[in-house]
């Protein structure tokens, strides 16, 4: 968690994690993570999981990105569910986790 304060509040932010899965849909994740960089919330992490896409998205996503993102190259296509699992279980060692997607 961090503790800010501002005057005399001090506000505490739990650590929030952004999973977001690309499978050859380079331009709009780009679009997805220039909007995500808005957030004004002071702590979080955003994970990308490239799912064994054809092109170049991950080198991409990287060179643009990489800065900002966590991300993680598969070099297979895997399921929705897998890809998840794969991002968790690198939450899993840094932090505790709560799972919720749409």
């Given at each position: 968690m961090e503790t800010i304060?501002?005057?005399?509040?001090?506000?505490?932010?739990?650590?929030?994690?952004i999973i977001?899965?690309?499978w050859n849909g380079l331009e709009y994740t780009i679009e997805c993570l220039e909007s995500l960089q808005k957030i004004i919330y002071p702590n979080y992490k955003v994970i990308v999981v490239d799912n064994g896409s054809r092109g170049n998205?991950?080198?991409?996503?990287?060179e643009r990105l990489?800065?900002?993102?966590h991300l993680i190259k598969n070099d297979k296509?895997?399921?929705?569910?897998?890809?998840?699992?794969?991002?968790?279980a690198t939450l899993?060692?840094?932090?505790?986790?709560?799972?919720?997607?749409?």
């Open positions: 304060t501002k005057g005399q509040a001090k506000m505490t932010y739990p650590k929030v994690s977001i899965l690309n998205d991950a080198e991409v996503l990287q990489g800065a900002y993102i296509t895997m399921a929705l569910p897998k890809g998840i699992i794969l991002a968790c899993w060692q840094t932090h505790s986790l709560a799972i919720s997607y749409f």
